[in-house]
């Protein structure tokens, strides 16, 4: 089973990649409408949002645990 390289979710099923595209590494919720990966600071700005939604945290503080979260993930380990 692969992860995701850019939010860590599980990839169980072919729908869970972009565009039913198992050589990628990335899932569908990690792409862009024409199937390529999103941006680092896209993934931040979702991951921040979400945070912010279920966690009501303050939006600063999300920024940065989501960028501690992100940083843990394969894909932007360099970022
Ligand atoms: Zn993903």
């Given at each position: 089973m692969k992860m995701c390289i850019?939010?860590?979710?599980?990839?169980?099923?072919?729908?869970?990649y972009p565009r039913y595209?198992?050589?990628?590494?990335?899932?569908k919720l990690c792409a862009k409408s024409d199937g390529s990966m999103k941006s680092f600071d896209e993934k931040l700005e979702e991951l921040t949002l979400r945070y912010v939604e279920?966690?009501?945290?303050d939006y600063q503080v999300a920024k940065e645990t989501a960028r501690i979260i992100l940083k843990k993930l394969p894909a932007w380990k360099r970022w």
């Open positions: 850019a939010c860590g979710m599980p990839m169980t099923q072919i729908a869970d595209d198992i050589s990628k590494n990335y899932c279920e966690h009501s945290m």
